[in-house]
Nanobody, 127 residues
């Protein structure tokens, strides 16, 4: 049974940076699309970014328009951990951030498609 555990949330000032981690265990996620999603207070959970292997050696990523150019995904294979580096943070980035996984090689922007979920980590950006 696979498990995803996020860490790295916290309080940061607008314009600052924060890196979230998603440690995977329990199974191989090499054939999964790894996603990052967030849920702001009073709002529905939304897609932020996703990444997946292509051809076994290239790690591709895709981003929602709201975070494109500010967020970046990268992966440490030795630690089986994926990271979401978030720069130029804005107050509207305040949310609980989740990492998730879906078996397949498409870009899954619908939150309902994801099979595995982490517990979430709170990120608060102050103005």
């Amino acid at each position: 049974q696979g498990q995803l555990v996020e860490s790295g949330g916290g309080l940061v000032q607008a314009g600052g940076s924060l890196r979230l981690s998603c440690a995977a265990s329990g199974r191989s996620f090499s054939s999964y699309t790894m996603g990052w999603l967030r849920q702001a207070p009073g709002k529905a959970r939304e897609f932020v970014a996703a990444a997946r292997w292509s051809g076994g050696s290239t790690y591709l990523s895709n981003y929602a328009d709201a975070v494109k150019g500010r967020f970046a995904i990268f992966r440490d294979n030795d630690k089986n951990t994926e990271y979401l580096q978030r720069n130029s943070l804005k107050p509207e980035d305040t949310a609980v951030y989740y990492c998730a996984a879906k078996c397949g090689s498409n870009w899954y922007s619908d939150v309902k498609e994801y099979e595995y979920w982490g517990q979430g980590t709170q990120v608060t950006v102050s103005s």
